[in-house]
């Protein structure tokens, strides 16, 4: 018997069981802890791409969740690789960054789906100086398009206005 009335012949209780426990998951340590900003998401997948992934995260509820979106943004560009041939990937466009509305349907006949170039072509705008009154109803998907465009895109920004009468007109018809 050992010294505390136990048995065996050491000075370690019988039931003494010495556990090492290692992670041997490979883990990448600085890239999960990096933040998700709507800018960083801007600058790698493109605007248009950030705002469409915008409006699909905000119909579930989900657009304050950063990884979230950028988890829609990958999709996205999933998608449109293998929908566009690789030797358009890196064309240059000289107009590009116009700061007309006929600029922006240049640019956006790149980046936005077929039917929603045809809505854009038939919106009724009003230049207006440094202030673009888009005068006809657009989708909550096309406004942020649009208004990301004319104040992110552009140098110097110019000011996107959605017409309010066009706003009323519609609520109180569907009141009616």
């Not at 890239?31 to 801007?42: F, H, I, N």
């Not at 493109?46 to 988890?71: D, F, S």
């Not at 943004?73 to 700061?99: D, H, I, R, W």
């Amino acid at each position: 018997m050992g010294k505390n009335g136990s048995q065996g012949s050491g000075e370690v209780t019988p039931n003494h069981i010495n556990i090492t426990i290692t992670n041997n998951q490979h883990q990448e340590p600085e890239k999960t802890k990096k933040q998700v900003s709507l800018d960083e998401l801007g600058k790698e997948y493109g605007p248009a791409t950030l705002t469409e992934a915008l409006a699909i995260a905000k119909g579930r509820g989900m657009e304050t969740n950063l990884r979230y979106v950028k988890g829609i943004c990958k999709n996205l560009t999933k998608t449109n690789e293998s929908l566009v041939p690789e030797f358009n990937q890196n064309q240059g466009e000289p107009y590009e960054k116009e700061t007309t509305w006929n600029g922006f349907l240049r640019w956006s006949k790149d980046r936005l789906t077929k039917s929603s170039i045809e809505t854009l072509e038939k919106i009724r705008v009003e230049p207006d100086g440094r202030t673009l009154c888009i005068l006809d109803p657009v989708t909550e998907s096309l406004r942020m398009i649009i208004a990301k465009y004319f104040t992110e895109e552009i140098r110097p920004p110019i000011l996107v206005i959605f017409s309010a009468k066009n706003e009323e007109n519609r609520i109180t018809s569907t009141k009616h």
